[in-house]
C-alpha cells in the first residue's frame, strides 16, 4: 500500500479529510494493480478510482482552493492556480482513457501517469497548501470546511469534465447539470462488489 510522502506533515479536520481522499485513491489504484488479469475486477476498481477522483478534485475546486485564495493572498491565488492545472492535466487523461478497456496496456500506461501525476499534486498539498492554510484559517473554520467538502462531494460529477469551469459559480452550476447524467450512468457501470472491498480492507 502506498502512502503520501506528506501525510502527516500537517494537522486539522481539512487535512484529515483530504488526506484521507487522497490514501484511497492510491489504495484503489493497488487494487486495480492487484487484480492483473482479471479484466473484471479491473474494470471495477479502475472505475471507483475514477469516481473518487472526480469527485475529490471538484470538491477541492469549490471549497478549498477558494479558501486558499481568500486566506493566503498571492501565494494563496497562485498554489490555486497551480492545483487546478494539475486537476485539468488529470481530468484530461482520466477523460482519453474512458474510450480504452481497463487491462489493456494503453489503459495502464495512461492510468499509471495519471497516478504518478496526483503523487505529486497530493504531496504537494499536504505538504505545503494545508500546512499554510490551516493556521490561516483555524480549527473551527477547518472543521466547516471539513464537512462542506465532504457534503459537496455527494453533489458532484462522479466522472471527470475537463470543458467544465474549475471556478465557482461556473463550476457549481455545470457540476450540477452533469451530475445527475454522470449517477445515470453510475447505475449502469460496475464497482467493487462488497466482498471485493471487505477483502481489499482485510489484506
Excluded: C
Excluded at 86 to 98: G, P, R, S, T
Aim: proline share 6%; no cysteine.
Amino acid at each position: 500500500m502506498t502512502s503520501p510522502a506528506g501525510s502527516g506533515t500537517a494537522s486539522g479536520p481539512l487535512t484529515e479529510k483530504i488526506a484521507e481522499d487522497h490514501q484511497e485513491m492510491y489504495e484503489y489504484y493497488d487494487e486495480y494493480k492487484n487484480a492483473k488479469g482479471n479484466r473484471d475486477a479491473q474494470e471495477r476498481w479502475a472505475r471507483l478510482l475514477i469516481w473518487e477522483i472526480a469527485r475529490h478534485a471538484v470538491g477541492e475546486e469549490l471549497v478549498v482552493y477558494p479558501l486558499m485564495e481568500e486566506h493566503l493572498g498571492e501565494e494563496g491565488k497562485k498554489l490555486a492556480d497551480d492545483d487546478r492545472a494539475d486537476h485539468q492535466f488529470v481530468k484530461e487523461q482520466l477523460y482519453a482513457i474512458e474510450s480504452l478497456t481497463p487491462g489493456t496496456q494503453d489503459y495502464d500506461a495512461k492510468l499509471e501517469a495519471v497516478m504518478a501525476h496526483l503523487h505529486q499534486h497530493n504531496d504537494s498539498e499536504e505538504i505545503k497548501d494545508l500546512p499554510l492554510l490551516e493556521p490561516a484559517i483555524g480549527v473551527e473554520a477547518s472543521k466547516i470546511a471539513a464537512a462542506s467538502f465532504k457534503r459537496t462531494k455527494k453533489f458532484v460529477p462522479t466522472r471527470t469534465h475537463p470543458s467544465i469551469p474549475d471556478h465557482p459559480p461556473l463550476e457549481t452550476i455545470a457540476g450540477f447539470l452533469a451530475a445527475p447524467i454522470d449517477k445515470l450512468k453510475d447505475m449502469f457501470s460496475i464497482f467493487p462488489t462488497d466482498e471485493m472491498k471487505q477483502e481489499a480492507k482485510s489484506s
